[in-house]
């Protein structure tokens, strides 16, 4: 193919046909506002530009380093740095920066990656991977050979400037939509710059491109494969009139449109035998076509060409090793730069990929062709001819790319693997076009059958570091989402049931919750299993659906149909379904306890017994407040006002649901001491820590009080000290019990001894003074009882 480059020297705009863009000899801005190859904003009347333009990098340390000095442009958005060799490595670290548009702001050292790989035998350049930088006016590179004399640099060592054009490389304002295809920058040809022909090589010393066909020496490259039938393409048997044009796009779509008037692409003669479209065993999924991204037909002219055997045998994974700093709306316009760096720097015909993968996961059709056939595109060289190849925009060496990026690969491998009944964690075969090395280091000779996995990374035929280290390490991933089955399908959750230990409850209707470790969007439907039978389809985006179960046991599982056909159940969940309410088995109650005792809170004790037939889930007190206990929880401690009647509301539930409710009423009443039959000698006491201000003292031995009350609960209440003696306690005429009333700390209104009966009736309580030897005296505030 023929290329054009532009250069300048000493202000002199020139346009070559060797392919590069070179500036000489130049102080202050590189590039030409206003003039046919300046950025501009992408916004006029005519198609997009790209405008690609180069530097030649200055040799410096006997040919081991290179640079460029640091110095102003013309806007551009993506670099590259290229050699005069297509089949020249560089083992060198090459390093760029650049100043950001508006903010005048330098990055820091982005390092390329050294080798875009001969990606074409008819390839007139070597060269990195392009590397976006987003919108800048300024630039820095350097080269260096880390020391070792024997890493010499290859000659014609230039900088790429690439303007993406759209108004959208990261300093429009909208997004980079449908767009129609890009004129070159460079249209009307001048006089080259003074000393250089005017059809020969440029001035980094590229080679000239051929008029006449190329031949491939590497088996990589067939621009007439032989067609389905064996057959050359282009023979007499081939009949270009009848057929059909290539094309990305599915029934329906728009294809690409014409270039403008005043810039008409060539329209090459067919003499390409077009291969079927062979139906797939997984679902074509959306794909930006080259009209879509903004593609420039009329720099790429000629015919695609297809795989020689007409069958994809595998898929090879990239990325383009550039910044991954650009946004979603920006990918058309990194599309687009990716594009004329290959065409127009490294001399290919057309975009070597077949695909594109931005982060936000949209794919872009790549090498024209259309994206339904076997096109060969020149993205792994030795083995180009047998297989497709996707590639993610950014750098993945630290990071892997996103979960949408991941899904779009494995959607694309899946439909293409899947045309040619290819398993995607399977592996294939594949015939070296000429001899290799691995990164890893494994070779081959021309010729050698290598055994590859179906999906696997560029590095593993070519020695690269694509598709960078925490990209490949996700290729397994990639792999096993394309082919399925789904894996990680498990119920999560079942709403409107209760779960105790592993079984879940309910009375009838559900909802079963599920996830999946397999991406949605490569799952066509789920389906809720009812011991076993399908209750419920759903698609595969959707992680739940409700059922209504029959009275009894169940096992409940989901089953994941993959985009393959495959399924994969979750482990089952068991599932009661049951109606029977929980009951009371103890019905509430109420006791005076020991503690503190004052008028607005008397202590007292709430106690009760629930069970249930399958599963008690908690036992709930809704009145006079509000608190939730668990299964086996059977009391609390509560206090009351005093003198207020109260009831005590409670509802037991089942994990079911179910549920059953009681309540008990009590009424806490304060008899003060001053009601109590005495005996004996007894003093009166005023404080505010006693009930009622006043309380009873006495150190009389056998002194004595009666209270007589009607109630089912009573509490004996007393201050308390180190000094206080012992007393004896009677109920209805019978000694109960002795207490102690010594206590470390002073208490007062404490409520010491408690009895509780079954039902309300007529008691006496009586205490008595026991006279303890060093400590008599006891202090009472009378009772408490509870009706």
């Known amino acids: 193919m023929t290329s054009r480059r532009i250069w300048i020297t000493a202000g002199i705009t020139a346009v070559g046909v060797s392919g590069v863009l070179a500036f000489q000899g130049m102080s202050g801005g590189l590039g030409f506002p206003g003039s046919s190859g300046a950025s501009g904003d992408g916004q006029s009347s005519g198609p997009l530009r790209t405008d690609v333009r180069a530097a030649d990098l200055r040799p410096q340390d006997d040919g081991r380093g290179a640079a460029l000095s640091r110095r102003d442009t013309d806007r551009f958005s993506m670099l590259g740095v290229t050699w005069n060799d297509p089949g020249a490595r560089v083992s060198a670290k090459v390093e760029a920066r650049t100043r950001a548009v508006g903010s005048g702001t330098w990055s820091r050292w982005l390092v390329l990656d050294g080798d875009s790989g001969q990606g074409e035998s008819t390839a007139e350049r070597g060269g990195t991977e392009p590397a976006w930088v987003g919108p800048s006016d300024g630039v820095e590179v350097r080269v260096t050979s880390g020391g070792h004399t024997s890493a010499r ?46 059809d020969g090589p440029a001035p980094s010393g590229g080679p000239a491109p051929s008029d006449g066909p190329s031949t491939p020496t590497d088996g990589t490259d067939h621009s007439t494969p032989p067609s389905p039938d064996g057959t050359s393409g282009g023979t007499p048997g081939d009949d270009p009139s009848t057929a059909p044009p290539p094309t990305s796009e599915p029934p329906g779509t728009t294809g690409p449109s014409a270039p403008p008037a005043s810039t008409p692409p060539p329209t090459p003669t067919p003499t390409v035998s077009i291969p079927t479209a062979p139906p797939s065993t997984a679902p074509r999924p959306p794909i930006t076509s080259r009209a879509g991204w903004g593609a420039d037909e009329s720099i790429s002219p000629e015919e695609p060409g297809y795989l020689p055997d007409g069958r994809i045998k595998a898929v090879t994974v990239h990325h383009t090793a550039e910044s991954n700093t650009y946004t979603c709306a920006q990918a058309p316009a990194v599309v687009r730069g990716v594009y004329a760096y290959h065409v127009k720097e490294l001399g290919w015909k057309d975009i070597g990929y077949n695909f594109l993968v931005d982060k936000c996961g949209t794919v872009y059709e790549g090498r024209k062709g259309g994206v339904d056939r076997p096109v060969q595109g020149a993205h792994a060289y030795g083995f180009n001819s047998e297989t497709t190849g996707i590639s993610v ?47 890893s280091g494994k070779t081959w000779a021309k010729g050698a059958q290598i055994a590859f996995p179906a999906i696997h990374g560029h590095r593993d035929g070519y020695n690269t570091q694509c598709p960078g280290d925490a990209f490949y390490g996700q290729l397994a991933t990639i792999r096993s989402w394309a082919a399925g089955p789904a894996t990680g399908v498990a119920v999560t959750s079942v709403t409107g049931a209760g779960l105790a230990g592993s079984t879940y409850y309910t009375k009838a209707a559900v909802t079963v919750n599920w996830s999946t470790a397999t991406p949605s969007a490569l799952i066509t439907k789920n389906e809720l299993l009812v011991d076993g039978k399908v209750a419920a389809s759903v698609s595969g985006a959707t992680t ?41 088995t103890t019905k509430p109650a109420l006791a005076l306890r020991a503690g503190l005792v004052n008028t607005t809170a008397v202590p007292l004790t709430l106690s009760w017994k629930a069970t249930d037939s399958a599963a008690l889930k908690e036992v709930r007190l809704t009145a006079p407040a509000a608190k939730t206990y668990g299964p086996t929880t059977t009391s609390a401690a509560h206090t009351a006002k005093s003198g207020a009647a109260t009831t005590w509301s409670m509802t037991a ?41 006043k309380s009873y003292s006495s150190s009389a031995k056998n002194a004595s009080l009666s209270w007589t009350f009607t109630g089912r609960s009573v509490a004996w209440v007393v201050s308390r000290a180190s000094t206080s003696g012992q007393a004896y306690v009677y109920l209805d005429g019978t000694k109960v019990a002795t207490v102690d009333l010594k206590s470390s700390t002073t208490k007062y209104r404490d409520a010491i001894f408690t009895k509780t009966w079954a039902s309300s009736a007529k008691h006496t309580i009586k205490i008595v003074v026991v006279g303890t030897s060093g400590r008599p005296t006891l202090t009472t505030d009378g009772i408490v009882y509870l009706k």
Do not use: C
């Open 544 to 584: 739940s659906a409700k059922v209504t179960l029959a009275a009894g046991s169940h096992k409940v599982a989901v089953r994941a149909v993959h985009q393959s056909g495959k399924t994969a159940t979750s482990a089952s969940a068991t599932v009661v379904a049951e109606t029977t309410a929980p009951a009371f």
């Open 393 to 439: 925009l950014g750098t993945y060496t630290d990071a892997a790319p996103s979960g949408a990026a991941m899904v779009s690969v494995a959607r694309i491998a899946a439909w293409k693997l899947g045309q040619y009944g290819v398993n995607p964690a399977g592996t294939a075969t594949l015939t070296a076009g000429d001899s290799g090395r691995s990164y």
């Open 153 to 198: 640099l290859p000659a014609g060592l230039s900088l790429a400037m690439i303007d993406t054009g759209g108004g959208n490389d990261g300093g429009g304002d909208g997004e980079d939509l449908a767009m129609a295809p890009a004129g070159f920058a460079a249209d009307d040809p001048v006089s080259p710059p003074p000393g250089e022909p005017s």
């Open 653 to 693: 539930y089942d994990q079911a649901g179910n549920t059953a409710a009681a309540s008990v009423a009590g009424t806490p009443v304060i008899v003060q001491e001053s009601s109590a039959a005495r005996t004996g000698s007894w003093t009166t006491k005023s404080s505010t820590s006693y009930l009622g201000g």
